[in-house]
């Protein structure tokens, strides 16, 4: 079966798991938003801008820490947390291994 990750756009609602469907068409199948992890997601600080390295560094410093998630937007919550990643690319990995097509039967 064909899966992937949806890329990340706009405000974030949750990691999303998409699959092909025998006609081309991809649809989402999965939303994981379960934040096992406060720490964002490289994919998310690339997204943002931000390389791990400077997030790291900014971590130390309370005043950093906390200039840096505001200028992110991250204080809301809506970002994607390393754990969610993580387990949407467990599930990701384990479709793609499954013998079945949507939509077909047989």
């Known amino acids: 079966m064909n899966a992937r990750l949806k890329p990340l756009e706009g405000k974030y609602y949750g990691t ?13 199948l999965a939303t994981i938003w379960v934040r096992p992890t406060f720490k964002p997601s490289d994919r998310q600080l690339e997204n943002d801008g931000v390389t791990r ?27 994607e947390a390393e754990g969610d990643y993580l ?3 467990a599930i990701v990995a384990a479709l793609k291994d499954l013998d079945i097509v ?5």
Request: no cysteine; net charge negative; proline share 2%.
């Open 102 to 106: 949507f939509g077909v039967e047989g």
């Open 53 to 79: 390295e400077q997030y790291d560094a900014a971590q130390g410093d309370k005043d950093k820490r906390m200039d840096l998630w505001e200028r992110l937007g991250y204080g809301d919550g809506h970002y």
């Open 87 to 89: 387990i949407a690319q």
């Open 16 to 28: 999303i798991v998409e699959v092909e469907l025998p006609y081309g068409e991809w649809i989402d």
